[in-house]
């Protein structure tokens, strides 16, 4: 009996040294409004973590210019409280051993096409194991992309609410010829479905969250003959959507001309969401700001109104709502007419995906 207890009490002894960090290994720090970017990137965790900090940087000068900017100056007041707490959700995951960064393609695939490498989804687990899923799809602009502000802010805040949440980075500007961003999220969507047991997550109803061109792209993936269907992923249960781009106007002829030299087949951006919802299509939430000053110069028709109208027509459940004072590029709102509506997208996807 003696040598039982003995032998249990031993097995104990070892798992909790087991969990314990390497000896003399400290936990990365956290950080704060005031830690600059050269700091956040020489944080033991994000370095460790793999997790993408250039999102603003679209040259090597603009990298010189903000690697002493503080995390204040990188956020706006919209996403600052909830993208710097991202970090150190990022931090404290990294810090437990928690996989932070996966590559949505293969080590081959990569080494064939390198452009393939910078496809990551960023994952912030929810605290309850069988949580519901939502990947995030930021916006961009050139090379600037928003995997921090809007990508990070709205992780944390569905974080909050008890969801496990994925952060796309996707191919973007001179790489985003022959419809690869729609590849991307198609390849993200198989492989974060494909990891429902690993994770302990509920991915069936998932719901996709798109941001200017992320929607987009997301409003494109959600029609099955050029979306989810045709690349074999799974439907999402609802799309929540905000300032969406829905149709990219005279952008098309600059992308065509771009990215796509010589190509004459269909292109994602070329397509309206509009003119691509049918009777099947997911159940959508979206909004946008009487303020924004991109969607306009797209010809606001072709925005919002026509995507309110398809889905009328179609009769798919959508909420759309238009805040009086919501510029572009917001994230999760905070101190604008559209501050809360996370909370209320939510209510709407779960209404949607109830059993």
Request: charged share 15%; hydrophobic share 40%.
């Amino acid at each position: 009996m003696r040598k039982t207890v003995r032998v249990l009490l031993c097995m104990v002894w070892l798992m909790l040294c087991a969990a314990l960090p390497a000896f003399g290994a400290e936990s990365a720090p956290h950080v704060t409004a005031e830690t600059t970017m050269a700091q956040l990137r020489a944080n033991p965790a994000i370095q460790g973590s793999g997790y993408y900090t250039y999102c603003r940087e679209m040259t090597p000068l603009m990298v010189e210019r903000w690697k002493n900017k503080t995390l204040h100056d990188y956020f706006g007041d919209t996403d600052r409280e909830s993208g710097i707490a991202a970090l150190n959700l990022i931090i404290d995951n990294y810090n437990k051993g928690v996989k932070v960064t996966y590559q949505v393609y293969t080590p081959e695939e990569i080494e064939h096409n390198s452009s393939l490498g910078c496809v990551q989804l960023f994952y912030y687990p929810a605290e309850t194991p069988n949580a519901k899923t939502a990947i995030v799809v930021p916006g961009n602009a050139l090379t600037a992309t928003s995997e921090m502000g809007e990508g990070g802010s709205t992780a944390y805040e569905l974080h909050n609410r008890g969801y496990a949440v994925f952060v796309l980075r996707y191919r973007t500007f001179l790489d985003l010829g022959n419809n690869a961003p729609l590849e991307d999220l198609a390849r993200a969507v198989q492989l974060v479905t494909s990891l429902d047991e690993e994770l302990s997550i509920h991915t069936q109803g998932y719901v996709l969250v798109g941001y200017s061109s992320g929607g987009q792209l997301v409003g494109v993936f959600a029609n099955k003959e050029r979306g989810y269907g045709y690349y074999g992923a799974a439907k999402p249960g609802a799309l929540l959507l905000a300032y969406p781009v829905v149709n990219f106007s005279e952008v098309k002829i600059a992308y065509q001309a771009l990215m796509d030299t010589g190509n004459y087949g269909w292109h994602y951006y070329c397509s309206s969401v509009a003119d691509l919802v049918t009777d099947d299509y997911p159940p959508v939430f979206f909004w946008y700001g009487k303020d924004d000053k991109v969607l306009p110069w797209m010809i606001n028709q072709v925005q919002g109104p026509a995507l309110q109208a398809a889905l009328e027509a179609h009769k798919v459940p959508y909420v759309m709502k238009v805040f009086e004072s919501a510029p572009h590029s917001i994230g999760v709102g905070y101190t604008t007419d559209a501050e809360g509506w996370l909370t209320d997208a939510v209510a709407f996807w779960e209404q949607q995906t109830a059993a």
